[in-house]
Antibody, heavy 123, light 112 residues
Framework: DVQLVESGGGVVRPGGSLRLSCAAS????????MSWVRQVPGKGLEWVSG????????FYADSVKGRFTISRDNAKNSLYLQMNSPRVEDTAMYYC????????????????WGQGTQVTVSS | QSVLTQPPSVSGAPGQRVTISCTGS?????????VHWYQQLPGTAPKLLIH???IRPSGVPDRFSGSKSGTSASLAITGLQAEDEAEYYC????????????FGGGTRLTVL
C-alpha cells in the first residue's frame, strides 16, 4: 500500500524557516512526480508546489514562489519543502501527494495523499 | 474567492441522488482541461474520487460519477449512504494564472 508520512511541521515565526519532509513507501518513489498541497483549517485546498521524478522540473504557486523550495532525494524515498520567510497566511495543514506519472503536469491530479503536517506561522 | 465555484453545501436522504456542481470559465473547464474530484472525510486527508472528468479509480464505488459540459462539471452520487457525508472538492487547471492547479471552494454533503 502507498504510504506518505509528513513531518517537520510546527510553530515558526514570520521570516523564519522550516523544512517539511515526506517519507514515501509502498511504491517505487522515483517513478512518480510529487506535490505539496495545503489547507487552512476549516477552509479549502490550495496547490503549493510540484516536482517531477528526478527533480529537474519544479513548479510553484505564485503565493509561495521565491520563498518555498521543493526538492526530493530518491535514494531516501523522501520529498521536502523548504519554507523560507514564511508569512502568517502560510499557516495551514501541508499535505504531500503523489502524481499519476513520473512527470508533473498542471492538468494532472494527485492519486494518493499523506495525513498532513500542521504549520503555524506566528510571532 | 475560488477560481472554481462550488455550492457550500448540499444534502440528501439515504438512497437519494445528489449532484455537486463546479463552475469555471473559459480559461479552465471551458478550455477543455480535465476536472478531478476529491472526497475529504472529517479529520482525514483528501481522497481521489474521479479523474479525467469521469474516470473512477479502482476501489471507488460506481455510485460516484462525474461529467462535464461547457464551463461546468458535476459530481453525482446515487444511492446516498451515511458514509458519504464529507467535503467534496473539484480541481482543474487554469491557463490564466501563471499556469496553476486550482481547486473549488468545497461542498459539504450532509446525509439527512
Amino acid at each position: 500500500d502507498v504510504q506518505l508520512v509528513e513531518s517537520g511541521g510546527g510553530v515558526v515565526r514570520p521570516g523564519g524557516s522550516l523544512r517539511l519532509s515526506c517519507a514515501a513507501s509502498g511504491f517505487t518513489f522515483d517513478d512518480y512526480g510529487m506535490s505539496w498541497v495545503r489547507q487552512v483549517p476549516g477552509k479549502g485546498l490550495e496547490w503549493v508546489s510540484g516536482i517531477n521524478w528526478n527533480g529537474d522540473s519544479t513548479f510553484y504557486a505564485d503565493s509561495v514562489k521565491g520563498r518555498f523550495t521543493i526538492s526530493r532525494d530518491n535514494a531516501k524515498n523522501s520529498l521536502y519543502l523548504q519554507m523560507n520567510s514564511p508569512r502568517v497566511e502560510d499557516t495551514a495543514m501541508y499535505y504531500c501527494a503523489r502524481e499519476p506519472t513520473s512527470g508533473w503536469y498542471h492538468f494532472h491530479y494527485s492519486t494518493d495523499w499523506g495525513q498532513g503536517t500542521q504549520v503555524t506561522v506566528s510571532s | 474567492q475560488s477560481v472554481l465555484t462550488q455550492p457550500p453545501s448540499v444534502s440528501g436522504a439515504p438512497g437519494q441522488r445528489v449532484t455537486i456542481s463546479c463552475t469555471g470559465s473559459r480559461s479552465n473547464i471551458g478550455a477543455g482541461f480535465d476536472v478531478h474530484w476529491y472526497q475529504q472525510l472529517p479529520g482525514t486527508a483528501p481522497k481521489l474520487l474521479i479523474h479525467g472528468d469521469s474516470i473512477r479509480p479502482s476501489g471507488v464505488p460506481d455510485r460516484f460519477s462525474g461529467s462535464k459540459s461547457g464551463t461546468s462539471a458535476s459530481l453525482a452520487i446515487t444511492g446516498l449512504q451515511a458514509e458519504d457525508e464529507a467535503e467534496y472538492y473539484c480541481q482543474s487547471y487554469d491557463s490564466s494564472l501563471s499556469g496553476s492547479r486550482v481547486f473549488g471552494g468545497g461542498t459539504r454533503l450532509t446525509v439527512l
